[in-house]
């Protein structure tokens, strides 16, 4: 994923405590503050229904008290149309706080298991726990979704959580870090703003959890400074998506969902198609149907648009820009680097070893790669590093299952692109490269719950196990085999 999306940590905000006594004694400057969320998780009070409803409620009115604010700093930061904004950045949220204000109890509920014989009288049952003090490393794409949704399931699970939002998307960090410790506990919630030192700096202390979302190089910095505490974690990554199209396809209508999916929020987007699969033949009917969805999303020249983002920073325009170079431009290519404008561009005659086909590209530029059939293209796809999502597009159910079953992918998702991490019900995460672990609604909070084993057994019936201590005997070898055995039921089939 796009190497600015997830720079690493300046001074925390909401809590701070320890800080200034940490860097004067040479420390690192934020032992205080960790300790400090630590102290206020180790009081049990975010482990209560009512403190984490509580929060999740005061989440909720962030959202709605500050949308104004929300869409001025995603226009500053990279000129993000008010209905994408809507849609990624608030809805989505507001949905995740909902769904686990709904479900809240029922999740936190023991869940009972099956038991064996030597159990039957016992109480076995799986205790959701939380882990204790969270980090929350945010990416400068979704600012706001991607810190929120997780900070949702870890509200939910009873965690403590310190919050690092994405120094490139300036204005929303600052929002971020200004308003919304106004409205949580700041005893077990905090934000700290910064770049890369600053979350190397905050890296280095032991958190009970990490939760990155960026790209696989960082990923794997993230997952090192996790290993130095043996702290578990999930790394939400990305890569290059493919999407495959068959020869049967509704051109027009698979265009629409394409350039839909490639351009929202101006193509930087984890979960984006990243460049199309298809024969030659395909190819000539699908680009002027990519040309006529791209007029009439946009109109003639998409500059003019008020529903087209701009790119992030110099840096990103620069980046996506090189990739331009690659195969042919055969609709778009126009950029304007005063403004941070490339416009929304399909890229033919790719080779695979150019440079549009060896990084994700993370921005509005589609390249197409011709293959004779599917099974090249699924050749093709599994020959590559593990992508976030795999797409196709096809009339021909069977077509879609042999895709499906014979790549290997985060998610996927036919005739369509993006719509699958609209679904809560849904875990949303990578494989391999594009991630490890997942989230989204219950996801979320299993991901931010240790799942606790307990038995609770009796102090009396000491005749029944006796039978487990020595001295052993054949006698007792038979019983206790019988008692703690699981036999293979087998299945009936009808001849």
Not at 55 to 72: N, T, V
Not at 132 to 138: F, N, W, Y
Not at 349 to 364: L, T
């Amino acid at each position: 994923m796009d190497t600015n999306r997830d720079t690493p940590g300046k001074a925390p905000t909401g809590s701070d405590t320890g800080k200034t006594d940490s860097k004067a004694a040479g420390m690192n400057p934020y032992v205080g503050l960790v300790s400090s969320l630590r102290a206020a998780w180790l009081t049990g009070k975010t482990r209560t229904s009512e403190h984490r409803v509580s929060q999740l409620e005061a989440l909720g009115r962030f959202l709605d008290d500050k949308k104004q604010p929300i869409l001025d700093a995603m226009a500053s930061d990279m000129r993000k149309p008010p209905f994408e904004v809507e849609l990624s950045e608030i809805i989505l949220v507001k949905n995740e706080v909902n769904y686990a204000l709904n479900n809240l109890s029922t999740w936190m509920k023991d869940e009972g298991v099956d038991k064996n014989l030597v159990t039957q009288l016992d109480t076995a049952f799986i205790r959701k726990e939380p882990y204790g003090v969270v980090l929350i490393i945010g990416p400068w794409n979704y600012p706001l979704q991607l810190i929120l949704v997780p900070l949702v399931g870890a509200i939910a699970a009873g965690n403590c959580v310190i919050i690092k939002p994405s120094e490139i998307s300036s204005s929303t960090e600052k929002l971020v870090a200004e308003v919304l410790p106004s409205y949580l506990d700041k005893d077990c919630f905090a934000v700290v703003t910064g770049g890369p030192a600053e979350t190397t700096q905050l890296l280095e202390n032991k958190f009970d959890y990490i939760f990155f979302t960026g790209n696989p190089q960082v990923g794997k910095i993230v997952m090192a400074a996790a290993a130095t505490h043996l702290t578990p974690l999930t790394l939400e990554l990305g890569g290059k998506n493919p999407c495959y199209v068959a020869d049967e396809s509704d051109m027009q209508n698979v265009a629409n969902r394409l350039i839909w999916g490639r351009c929202f929020n101006a193509g930087q987007t984890c979960v984006a198609p990243d460049y199309v699969l298809c024969s030659a033949e395909t190819q000539e009917k699908l680009l002027p149907a990519l040309r006529h969805a791209i007029t009439q999303f946009f109109g003639p020249d998409p500059r003019e648009s008020p529903d087209f983002a701009r790119i992030i920073s110099d840096k990103q325009f620069q980046r996506i820009q090189a990739l331009l170079g690659s195969g042919r431009v055969a609709i778009g290519g126009q950029t304007d680097e005063k403004e941070r404008y490339i416009a929304p561009t399909v890229l033919v005659d790719v080779q695979p070893s150019e440079p549009a086909m060896q990084e994700e590209i993370f921005g509005p530029v589609l390249p197409i790669v011709t293959v004779p059939n599917v099974d090249e293209a699924i050749a093709f796809i599994n020959s590559r590093e593990r992508p976030l999502v795999v797409y196709v597009f096809a009339a021909n159910s069977k077509l879609v299952r042999r895709v499906l079953e014979r790549t290997s992918s985060g998610g996927f998702g036919a005739n369509d692109s993006v719509m699958q991490m609209t679904l809560i019900s849904l875990p949303f995460g990578g494989i391999g490269n594009s991630g490890l672990g997942s989230y989204h609604g219950k996801f979320s909070f299993d991901t931010f719950s240790h799942h606790r084993a307990c038995l609770l057994r009796s102090m009396g019936l000491e005749t029944m196990n006796s039978l487990r201590y020595s001295p052993y005997s054949e006698r007792k070898r038979g019983l206790v085999l019988s008692t703690f055995r699981i036999k293979h039921t087998g299945t009936c089939t009808l001849l």
